[in-house]
């Protein structure tokens, strides 16, 4: 989707490695979320931003840790993954409507 | 608390038939809700969205959702299935935080 950039698109981890997974808008919205989708359960939130320096958490935020340094980029860290973190994960935007990027499918070994 | 009920996490018709894609929310003030499409290895599409404005809501690919409040539904609907509408559908609540609360998703096959 334009505007919401997301990177990589696929990574494969082996348990206990670290990784960051990117988004980075070009929209200046205030408000940025992290979503992990898993089949048959939807979109879960993770963790969320409504302004650059606060980050808030979401229903699952447990094994990650975001970062929210300009108004641009929001980062989701993985510090030591787990295969329970296998997943395909969504970066969105939000101004008056959600904006999704195209995802990130994440391996874990 | 918001929440979305998707009844139904596969749904088969035949193209040309009526497609018919269940949403119940639950929430303690007016709601904003949504419906989002997925196609196979990509990220979510909006379809429609119902902001309190008109209780019947036209999205894109001709789909379709009606406000009920006395059911708490919010059910998609597109009148002519074709092959291209085969795709995961997603009905998401907006929670008073801002946050989409989604639903568990409906698998749509249309059949030829």
């Known amino acids: 989707n334009a505007g919401v950039t997301q990177t990589p698109k696929f990574q494969v981890l082996k348990t206990g490695q670290s990784m960051t997974l990117q988004c980075a808008q070009d929209?200046?919205?205030?408000?940025m979320y992290w979503y992990r989708q898993d089949p048959g359960m939807g979109l879960r939130l993770i963790y969320y931003?409504?302004?650059?320096?606060?980050?808030d958490k979401g229903e699952v935020p447990n094994g990650y840790n975001v970062s929210r340094l300009n108004k641009r980029e929001f980062s989701l860290r993985l510090e030591s993954a787990a295969p329970s973190q296998t997943s395909v994960y969504f970066c969105?935007?939000?101004?008056?409507?959600?904006?999704f990027g195209n995802g990130t499918r994440l391996t874990v070994t | 608390a918001q929440s979305v009920t998707q009844l139904g996490s596969h749904v088969s018709v035949s193209e040309g038939a009526l497609v018919l894609l269940r949403c119940n929310y639950s929430?303690?003030?007016?709601?904003?809700l949504f419906w989002y499409v997925q196609y196979p290895n990509q990220g979510l599409q909006l379809l429609l969205k119902?902001?309190?404005?008109?209780?019947l809501v036209k999205g894109i690919n001709g789909f379709e959702a009606e406000f009920k409040k006395s059911e708490t539904s919010f059910h998609l609907t597109k009148p002519s299935a074709h092959m291209s509408d085969a795709a995961e559908y997603f009905c998401?609540?907006?929670?008073?935080?801002?946050?989409?609360?989604f639903g568990t998703g409906t698998r749509l096959t249309v059949i030829p």
């Open positions: 969105a935007v939000r101004e008056s409507l959600f904006h």
């Open positions: 929209m200046n919205h205030n408000s």
């Open positions: 931003s409504a302004s650059e320096g606060t980050t």
């Open positions: 929430s303690s003030v007016p709601p904003y």
């Open positions: 119902y902001t309190s404005a008109a209780t």
């Open positions: 998401a609540v907006e929670t008073g935080a801002n946050n989409l609360f």
